[in-house]
């Protein structure tokens, strides 16, 4: 019985720790990708992730879609794209407010990096899948 209550308390505090709504733009069902790899680590760490691709799919309980939905409380956007396909959605990750926004390698961006920090936005260069498995998330 104490294992169990033990067991549940970890849980929640796991949970608690989580939970940085993420959008994973660029995101693939191919799970040779590193956003696919990207959104199965963040649902490990019980964040929940929205996903924008070039087609729909699906990872895990993640539907992949190819609209730029409205979405609320969104903490992180993480990059998937190269600067090229990012410029049709510089209004789009700006209009969502995020707090920060990652650019994984090979999505360096000079110009979305600047329109961020003049949004209030915080830009990194980074890999998600490093923060996530260091605890830097």
Same mark, same amino acid.
């Given at each position: 019985?104490?294992?169990?209550?033990?067991?549940? $308390?970890?849980?929640? &505090?796991?949970?608690?720790?989580?939970?940085? !709504?993420?959008?994973?733009? *660029?995101?693939?069902?191919? @799970?040779?990708?590193?956003?696919?790899?990207?959104?199965?680590?963040? /649902? /490990?760490? $019980?964040?929940?992730?929205?996903?924008? *691709? /070039?087609?729909? *799919?699906?990872?895990? %309980?993640? %539907?992949?879609?190819?609209?730029? &939905?409205?979405?609320?409380?969104? %903490?992180?956007?993480?990059?998937?794209?190269?600067?090229?396909? $990012? !410029?049709?959605?510089?209004?789009?990750?700006?209009?969502?407010? @995020?707090? /920060? #926004?990652?650019?994984? @390698?090979?999505?360096?961006?000079?110009?979305?990096? *600047?329109?961020? !920090?003049?949004?209030? #936005?915080? @830009?990194?260069?980074?890999?998600?899948?490093?923060?996530?498995?260091?605890?830097?998330?």
């Amino acid at each position: 019985m104490k294992y169990n209550h033990l067991s549940e $308390q970890v849980v929640i &505090k796991h949970m608690e720790k989580g939970n940085k !709504k993420t959008l994973v733009l *660029g995101a693939s069902e191919n @799970p040779s990708r590193y956003s696919f790899l990207a959104i199965n680590s963040l /649902r /490990r760490h $019980q964040h929940s992730v929205e996903a924008i *691709g /070039r087609k729909n *799919g699906k990872v895990l %309980d993640v %539907d992949i879609t190819t609209e730029k &939905k409205p979405l609320e409380t969104v %903490d992180t956007v993480t990059l998937y794209l190269n600067p090229f396909h $990012q !410029k049709e959605y510089y209004e789009y990750i700006l209009s969502l407010r @995020p707090k /920060r #926004i990652i650019f994984n @390698p090979g999505t360096e961006n000079p110009e979305l990096y *600047g329109l961020a !920090k003049n949004n209030g #936005i915080q @830009p990194l260069e980074a890999c998600t899948l490093v923060m996530l498995s260091t605890g830097q998330y």
